[in-house]
């Protein structure tokens, strides 16, 4: 079965938006590893466009940042 995305964000434009979302909001990426259960590398690669998030960890990050997940898309 091929389930095709929803919405397809471009990994530049992801990590961008997710960095910026984080430094507004003045959370370390350690502290906002921590909230949603990864280690800091992983927000790291994250926001380099090294990988793509899930959409689980997107629910996480928008949670924990207290956004809405148009957020990281605009």
Aim: charge should be positive; include cysteine.
């Amino acid at each position: 079965m091929n389930v095709k995305p929803l919405v397809k964000l471009s990994a530049g434009l992801f990590a961008d938006r997710l960095r910026k979302v984080r430094s507004a909001k003045k959370v370390t990426q350690k502290d906002l590893g921590d909230a949603i259960g990864v280690p800091q590398a992983a927000i790291a690669r994250l926001e380099s466009g090294r990988i793509d998030p899930r959409f689980s960890t997107l629910l996480k990050l928008a949670d924990a940042l207290q956004c809405r997940l148009d957020e990281f898309a605009s």
